[in-house]
């Protein structure tokens, strides 16, 4: 971990996500998003086989640009449904829940900006972009 937990607050459902501070309770990563009045980008991923999911992680969420602006902006969470990898069951029941209400066509990645109420703010795509196009097309919801 090379930052400090004061810089981000980050939900990981699965292996690692980003460098930062890691918690397992939805409902306190939305209330650090209160807190810090940043929004929450949600990503819906399979880890270990969709490969869009695998770039995204890879080409976004790896990269040290779109980690500064996810310090200063957003609260990540990740909701992860690998095919081989076996996840904890209070994580696989959390996945659910989260799927139900924001990806009940499972669709992979799904990346889901959200205000710190729960509320969608925009459904977003990812099409190979890089960070700076990814963070362009956040920033045009964001406050």
Known sequence: MKKTIAVVFVFIISFHFVKAQQSVNVDSAFA??????KMVLLIFSG???????MRFEKKILS???FDQFADDNLVLLQA???????LPPQTVKQNEILAEK?????SFPLIVLLRPD??????????????????????????
Do not use: H, M
Request: proline share 6%; charged share 25%.
């Open 32 to 37: 650090f998003a209160q807190q810090k009045n």
């Open 102 to 106: 924001y990806n009940p066509a499972g």
């Open 63 to 65: 990269d040290s640009t």
């Open 80 to 86: 992860d449904f690998p095919q081989s990898k076996k």
């Open 47 to 53: 880890s270990d086989w969709c490969r869009q999911c």
């Open 118 to 143: 729960q509320k969608v703010l925009a459904y977003l795509n990812y099409s190979n972009e890089d960070s700076g196009d990814f963070i362009r097309i956040i920033n045009r919801y964001l406050p």
